[in-house]
């Protein structure tokens, strides 16, 4: 089984977990807050941006915190119903649900336009065909933010590279050994 596979697996395994304690859930979304800061004040995007992220889980928590800290609006879509209710009850707890949209959906289906940046969640699954419909379906102002591993990790989780039609804009490796690649359409 593929090794990529079961940590996704164990990731949403663990939201799970802390989805249901309001304690471990704060503290789940500050463990995450400065690197996601340091990693979204990396694109330079309009105070009136539209934010998509694929694969936004249970505990959103690229979502809140980018809404917390940016005037953008943001879209979280998952393809779990259940963990799309628990996003939206978490998303109305922090008061955010005019800013935060939480809606059922497929990186493969989603309606892509009129995206500022469209972010692909590391745990998102099958990313490279998810990928490829970015890139074909995109147009040349979209950012892409795609989560990956550092690549001392290729290794264990497997090489995951940058699609043609894009070309790399900025890189930046988080404590959490997560590699955010921005992208753009060439």
């Known amino acids: 089984m593929n090794k990529r596979y079961l940590h996704n697996r164990l990731v949403r395994f663990v939201e799970k977990l802390l989805e249901n304690s309001r304690l471990l859930t704060d503290f789940y979304i500050r463990f995450f807050r400065k690197m996601t800061v340091d990693e979204f004040s990396r694109v330079p995007l309009p105070k009136d941006a539209r934010v998509l992220i694929i694969g936004c889980g249970s505990i959103p928590h690229t979502a809140i915190i980018v809404a917390k800290e940016k005037p953008w609006k943001v879209v979280g879509v998952d393809r779990d119903n259940e963990a799309v209710q628990k996003a939206r009850s978490l998303v109305e707890r922090y008061g955010l649900g005019d800013r935060v949209r939480v809606v059922e959906g497929d990186g493969l ?78």
């Open 109 to 186: 289906s989603f309606d892509l336009s009129g995206y500022d940046l469209v972010v692909v969640a590391h745990g998102v699954e099958p990313k490279s065909r998810i990928l490829e419909r970015i890139v074909e379906e995109m147009d040349g102002k979209t950012t892409v933010l795609f989560r990956t591993t550092w690549d001392f990790l290729d290794v264990v989780y497997g090489d995951e590279r940058v699609p043609e039609g894009l070309y790399v804009v900025d890189v930046f490796k988080r404590p959490d050994f997560i590699k955010s690649v921005f992208m753009r359409k060439r």
